[in-house]
């Protein structure tokens, strides 16, 4: 007996010394079970767990797989279980930094916005939908299946009878919106509430992970990642050869202020679009001055004379082909007082982008799309209408064409 304990401490250690711990990664993927704390759960993280209990590795908060106190036997059973696909419950830390354990498998989900919703068709998991915000029900283009779900109310307002009515297990929404007091609150204890956001550039492969666990899609995710990954290195990779003396200046562009005629509406940190501009190189002028969506005057954007504007708005998107609107908003800006002696109207470097086409996972092609606006020359041979049609072919499969429909920027792309 001693022989076969002291047999399976030698194998352990073997693995041990092979194969952990998996620190290298440039995020931990915050699904408990996730014992090494790296961006996958596998072998190591049983092996990992199994070395907490015999005292050879000091525990870590994700190591607790079944999320009560105690580091044992039972972690490692539910390691195993996640693995294969098979487990009962997940816990996770979603993006509103909380612990949420989801009981599995989810078979009737209400979902509160777009962006959670178009991840949910990536990963092809749309059957399993019973309710949508009023807003996805104006989506027949982008959403065919989902946008004739029941209309729940909106996506910061919803309507809780409606929700409950649907009989869901599960509510999807942003970290943020809508507030717990609206929601979670009033939901009874069997339904859970998942807050993730999918519209911010930094979180949203992990979150697409996660999800893909939740959902137990995980091929389906990989496919994604894959896709995803292919195209976030070549930008990050051509931008990190970019000297400080070349880097574009940028002012993000949402619109008219809301206090004053004098004033405009920026995007900052803690903006998905904020995020954009930073991974495709551009240094954003409203960062350090204000946070998050804020007012900036029009007179301290002639001052800081940014190389280059990209404007935000809500008009336009896949489900009109009019770009009038997003026109206007262009048309509005060269014709800010002052703004032609401004080196991004000078040099006809103002673009508009759909807040449609800049977020939810689709975001590769937005992000190849700025990182053309800001450096032409470095992404000449970079084609973001190709990339977004790649992935409504290969991800979304409805059969659109982005050539042919839907209005994402102005000035047009030219196809390269």
């Known amino acids: 007996m001693k022989t076969n304990t002291l047999v399976g401490i030698t194998a352990i250690m073997l693995l041990f010394c092979c194969t952990l711990p998996g620190a290298a990664s440039d995020y931990t993927l915050g699904i408990f079970g996730n014992a090494n704390e790296d961006d996958t759960i596998n072998m190591q993280d049983v092996t990992y767990t199994e070395l907490i209990i015999l005292e050879y590795r000091d525990k870590t908060e994700l190591s607790d797989a079944k999320h009560d106190g105690k580091i044992n036997m039972q972690d490692v059973t539910q390691i195993e279980l996640v693995i294969l696909g098979k487990e009962r419950e997940l816990t996770l830390i979603d993006s509103a930094d909380e612990i949420v354990t989801v009981s599995l498998p989810i078979e009737r989900m209400v979902v509160l916005n777009t962006d959670f919703a178009e991840a949910i068709a990536v990963l092809d998991d749309r059957d399993t939908v019973v309710g949508v915000t009023h807003t996805m029900t104006e989506y027949n283009r982008l959403f065919p299946e989902l946008s004739a779900k029941t209309d729940v109310g909106g996506w910061s307002t919803p309507d809780i009878e409606a929700i409950l009515a649907c009989s869901p297990d599960t509510v999807c929404v942003y970290a943020k919106w809508p507030t717990t007091e609206k929601l979670d609150n009033k939901m009874p204890d069997d339904i859970s509430v998942i807050r993730l956001d999918f519209y911010k550039a930094e979180t949203l492969r992990e979150e697409m992970i996660k999800l893909g666990y939740l959902l137990n899609r995980r091929d389906r995710v990989d496919d994604y990642v894959e896709w995803h990954d292919e195209y976030i290195d070549l930008i990050t990779g051509r931008v990190s050869d970019i000297s400080d003396d070349e880097t574009v200046r940028v002012f993000i562009d949402a619109g008219d202020g809301k206090g004053s005629t004098t004033s405009r509406r920026a995007y900052s940190t803690g903006t998905g679009m904020h995020d954009l501009c ?30 280059a504007i990209v404007g935000i ?79 409504m072919d290969e991800f979304l499969g409805i059969g659109f064409d982005v050539s042919e429909h839907g209005v994402f920027v102005y000035p047009p792309l030219e196809e390269t």
């Open 313 to 391: 708005t809500y008009k336009g998107g896949y489900e009109t082909d009019d770009n009038t609107l997003m026109k206007e908003h262009y048309d509005g800006i060269m014709d800010l007082p002052g703004f032609g002696n401004v080196a991004a109207v000078q040099n006809d470097n103002v673009d508009i982008m759909s807040n449609a086409f800049a977020f939810a996972p689709h975001y590769p092609a937005a992000l190849a799309t700025v990182a053309k606006w800001l450096y032409p020359e470095t992404f000449d041979d970079l084609n973001p209408m190709a990339i977004h049609q790649e992935y």
């Open 278 to 307: 930073v991974i495709a190189g551009g240094v954003n002028i409203a960062e350090g001055y204000v946070e998050g969506y804020a007012d900036v005057e029009t007179e301290w954007i002639l001052v800081e004379n940014p190389d």
